[in-house]
């Protein structure tokens, strides 16, 4: 009688853990649908854009005026520390087919056989837009990304002010 009922639990619990295996074998797909993003993900993806974007430009600008490459060097490297802290807080499942999103390409271009004043000024004109923008997000953050953001608004309001003084100087 005790074989039996121990037969009879094993067949049961056999059973039931059939479907949890089967589940795991597809994957987290298998569980149900992933949640949406939140909005603060929707923040951090924005925040994300605005750098890769500052940094297409950087890039353009360099290739256009390489004159300029030891005062927007340095700029570039921090823009490029930026992208990195952002990404770093941005956990996003891998969904199947996914394509990797495209690089946000800059409004106007910058540094393509302009005289490098007016290069340094469009950039400076970029970083005051990227750094109200990012701290027109900030009541919105949670306030870790929030204190992040409001650190790389004041770097870009900064590279405004050194980009103009070069242009002014330059």
Known sequence: MRA???????????????PLLTAACRGVGGLGTL???GPDVALLQGAIDTEQALI????????GSPGLARTLGPLLAQHREHLARLTSMLIEPASPGA?????????????SGSDPSATL????TA??????????RLALAPP????LLASIAASEA????LLRAHGAGG
């Open 56 to 63: 297409a430009r950087y890039r353009l600008a360099i290739a």
């Open 99 to 111: 394509t990797p999103r495209p690089s946000p390409s800059s409004s106007a271009p910058v540094g």
């Open 35 to 37: 949640p949406k993003a």
């Open 121 to 124: 000024a469009a950039l400076a």
């Open 4 to 18: 039996d009922l121990k037969r009879r639990s094993v067949l049961a619990a056999t059973v039931m853990t059939v």
């Open 144 to 147: 870790a990304l929030a204190q």
């Open 158 to 161: 900064s590279h405004a002010l």
């Open 127 to 136: 970083e005051t837009d990227a750094a109200s923008s990012l701290a027109g």
